[in-house]
């Protein structure tokens, strides 16, 4: 089944973030983990005409100008100097989407994604899907551990509102 939780867990999700939700719920039965062994661009082919619908620009590849850059730093005259890619971001720049597949856990690529979301210039939230199912380990529950430690550990605050898993 799809899970999700929103950290820290003593917020609720809200509506836009609901609609995203909604989203992998409308493609559950074509990405859900072990069944479909797809790769996070897989994934991501699937969800994008959900996606857009809401209002989301979703990548369409790995080339230029299929990517979707995200403003970090800026110089001279407002000048982009920083960017980090996203899978996808909302209309609104608030919402980054970031699926992962097969590295999520192995490589610690939710590790990373936290990490450029964080440095990301007007993202409130980050959505994080990876597979409830990799060569039989639980990575929704990986992760889910990581988060719960971070937000109750409170050593490091993110600038985010907040980071929802879901598990696909």
């Not at 899978?87 to 490589?107: M, P, Q, W, Y």
């Amino acid at each position: 089944m799809l899970r999700y939780q929103l950290f820290p867990r003593s917020v609720g999700i809200t509506e836009q973030v609901q609609h995203v939700i909604e989203c992998f719920n409308q493609a559950y039965e074509q990405i859900k983990s072990p069944e479909n062994k797809l790769k996070s661009d897989q994934v991501l082919d699937i969800l994008r005409p959900h996606l857009e619908q809401i209002g989301f620009k979703v990548e369409t590849g790995k080339a230029k100008g299929q990517k979707i850059p995200v403003p970090v730093l800026f110089g001279l005259n407002n000048t982009v100097d920083q960017s980090f890619n996203a899978d996808g971001v909302s209309n609104d720049g608030k919402i980054v989407l970031e699926v992962e597949a097969g590295r999520a856990t192995a490589n610690y690529a939710f590790l990373k994604d936290i990490f450029q979301a964080s440095m990301m210039h007007g993202v409130e939230f980050l959505i994080l899907a990876v597979r409830n199912d990799y060569r039989g380990g639980d990575d929704f529950h990986k992760v889910y551990t990581f988060l719960e430690t971070l937000y109750i550990s409170s050593r490091l605050v993110l600038p985010l509102k907040g980071i929802i898993l879901i598990g696909y």
